[in-house]
């Protein structure tokens, strides 16, 4: 990496996108952890074997798709941090497609989760838009199935008891490996990959920063640890690396 333009990854978890009204499913305190029969609906064997919690399934993201979420000031605040002409990925545990929907080139951001703004078909493989498939449901389909070939749809998510894409997970880890800023906002940095990636980093030398509201185990490891909410300390941060840079 050239020394005059440090590469910056910055990992993002559930944090960054509940301002816009996301709520975290999967954290410690998420719907998923709250819910054991909840889960069933995002975990692959139950998905895959039950035709009624698919159904029960669809209608959660059917209604949690009927938010309309837009991207809030901390995902705009890492817009404005890529159009400083620093480089610049994002490891997203997220799968709401926000920091897409706010600018970031698609080739820029790497969704460890995957995407809830597609459907794939399990066994032709074929994608088709998200909103397609809850179109279908709205018209009273409760399972829709692939139209390509009758195959059971699941969204380009990661559900419990899938791996991740380990291409997606490579790239983040080269990226991890070599960058010089790693901020890690709105993730408790817990369980993998976020954690296996902070350590990555932090092995490579890099220097971390910690946004997030509670505390996380790399905190004694962070140069800097920010405990303001994302909305305000995230713009606040990217100004002031910006500043840096043209020192
Ligand atoms: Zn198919």
């Known amino acids: 990496m050239s020394s005059t333009r440090p590469l910056i990854a910055v990992l993002t978890g559930a944090g960054i996108s509940t301002d816009s ?12 952890q709250r819910d054991p029969a909840a889960q069933d609906l995002v975990t692959i064997g139950p998905y895959l074997a039950d035709p ?25 605040a890492l817009v404005d941090l890529e159009r400083s002409g620093l ?19 698609d080739r820029k951001v790497f969704e460890l989760h995957g995407t809830a703004q597609r459907v794939q078909c399990v066994r032709c493989r074929v994608r088709t838009p998200m909103s397609e498939a809850l179109d279908r449901v709205a018209a ?16 380009c998510t990661v559900m419990f008891g899938e791996n991740l894409d380990p291409v997606v997970l490579g790239r983040a880890e080269a990226v991890a490996n070599n960058c010089d800023l790693f901020l890690a906002v709105g993730t408790l940095l817990q369980v993998h990959p976020a954690a296996g990636l902070v350590r990555l980093a932090l092995d490579a030398g ?3 920063v910690i946004v997030n509201a509670e505390p996380t185990p790399y905190d004694d490891e962070a140069a800097e640890v920010i405990r303001e909410p994302i909305s ?16």
């Open 21 to 32: 009204g996301i709520p975290d499913y999967r954290g410690p305190k998420g719907l998923w």
């Open 52 to 76: 009624d919690i698919r159904r029960r399934s669809w209608l959660l993201r059917r209604d949690v798709g009927a938010a309309a979420a837009e991207p809030n000031p901390g995902h705009l």
């Open 87 to 105: 480089p610049v990925r994002v490891l997203t545990q997220n799968v709401d497609g926000l920091h897409q929907r706010s600018g970031l080139p």
């Open 140 to 155: 009273g389909e409760p399972d829709p199935a692939c139209l390509a070939c009758g195959g059971v749809l699941k969204p």
């Open 206 to 208: 890099a220097r971390l």
């Open 232 to 247: 305000t300390a995230l713009p606040a941060l990217v100004r002031r690396i910006i500043a840096a840079s043209r020192d």
